[in-house]
Every structure is written in C-alpha cells, then in structure tokens.
C-alpha cells in the first residue's frame, strides 16, 4: 500500500545525544514536510523540501538537521543543541504543486531520559 | 502575519451536528484545510475549499467559507463517536507551491 512510515514509533533521548527520527515516503511525492507537535499547540514546521537535494528551514529550525538524498526519505536529526526535544513529531510529503494536500506518517514521539 | 485561530474543545451528543469554527488573517489564501487527528496518530486531510467557493459539501462534511470575514467552518451531520479526534483548519497562501498554517486544534468530544 502507498504511504509514509515513520520509525520508531517512540523514541528516547539521553542528554547530549543526537537522535535520528526516521521518514519514508512510496507515494512519488516530490515535497516532504517535518512538523513538531506539542500539547495544545498545534503543528509548528521544522523543515520543508521541495526536491531532492534541497531543503528550507521552517518555524522552528534551530536545533534539527535534516538531509533528502533520496525522494523517498527525509530523515530529521534532533541535536543535542536542541535543549526542549520532547515532542511529537510528524512528516508529511505533498504533490509539489499542491502542497496543502498533506499525507502523515503516524509520528513519532521522542522523550528526554 | 499569518494566524489561524480555533476553539479549543466542542462537546456534543451522538446523532447531533457538529459545527467547528476557524478564523484566518490572511487574504491572499487560496486553498483552506480541515484535518483530523485521532488519538496517538498522524493527521488525515478530511476536506478543502478553494478561496473562490463559499460551500463544499462532501457526505457528512459540510465546509462554508466567509472571505469577507475570514471566517471557515467545518459541519459534521449525524455526529458519531467515531468522530470524536482533534480537528485542525490549515491555509496555503498562494496557489503555487504552498506550506500550511494550521490552528492549534479543536478536541471534539462526542457522548452516546
């Protein structure tokens, strides 16, 4: 089945590591979104890409990397400079000409130990 | 700059309509969103109305759009405790490639 499969599901940090959260996409969509999800906060843009090779930051970038070297992936690194990591985080992928026609992965949500 | 803006929580009994508001600022929106959340999972497009439609019905859904006071609103018919998730509005902000703007959510609960 055509989707988008986050991995893990849960993820724990220790303090001053780097973690990698996981995205994969068969959808043959061309743009692929990272969202952070708080409680009551809604869903604020970490990092966009439109095509490979090539990203914007969104919102609130400070702290994450990310890479797209395939179409199908887009990985998101939470660095240990990001000091308030414990969130849900969501990627999505879009038609890019339509890129309000958002489909999400199921999420991961990362805890601090 | 951009806000979208909800109510945070609509509680309603099963069988009733449910109507869940959403006001934007931006003028220049070309497509606006609902989506729904169900508890511990990702976000699912549920609807779109393009800025130039005042309705969009779709089964249960009903979407009215006022652009005069940038005013969205999403009617679920025949209300079902299936439905009870978080509900978000989003705006694209031009009609070429967008990113969204998504409210903080509205937690509908529905009761037997």
């Known amino acids: 089945d055509g989707g988008i499969t986050q991995s893990p599901k849960y993820l724990f940090r220790k303090e001053g590591q780097n973690v990698t959260l996981s995205c994969e996409q068969n959808l043959n969509h061309d743009a692929m979104y990272w969202y952070r999800q708080d409680p009551g906060q809604g869903l604020r843009l970490i990092y966009y890409?439109?095509?490979?090779?090539?990203?914007q930051k969104g919102d609130i970038a400070e702290g994450y990397s990310v890479s797209r070297e395939k179409k199908e992936s887009f990985p998101l690194t939470v660095t240990s400079a990001q000091k308030n990591p414990t969130a849900f985080y969501l990627c999505?992928?879009?038609?890019?000409?339509?890129?309000?026609?958002?489909?999400f992965g199921a999420g991961t949500r990362l805890s601090v130990l | 700059g951009e806000d979208v803006e909800q109510s945070l929580f609509l509680s309603v009994r099963e069988g009733d309509s449910s109507v869940i508001n959403c006001t934007y600022t931006d003028s220049s929106s070309t497509y606006l969103y609902w989506y729904k959340q169900e508890p511990g999972a990702g976000l699912q497009l549920l609807t779109y109305i393009f800025s130039n439609m005042d309705m969009k019905q779709d089964q249960r859904l009903t979407v009215l759009l006022n652009k005069k006071d940038k005013h969205l609103s999403l009617r679920i018919a025949d209300t079902q405790t299936g439905d009870s998730a978080i509900y978000f509005c989003a705006e694209a902000m031009n009609s070429g490639y967008s990113t969204l703007t998504f409210g903080k959510g509205t937690m509908l609960l529905v009761s037997p």
């Open positions: 890409s439109q095509i490979v090779n090539d990203f």
């Open positions: 999505a992928s879009s038609i890019e000409s339509r890129g309000g026609d958002q489909y």
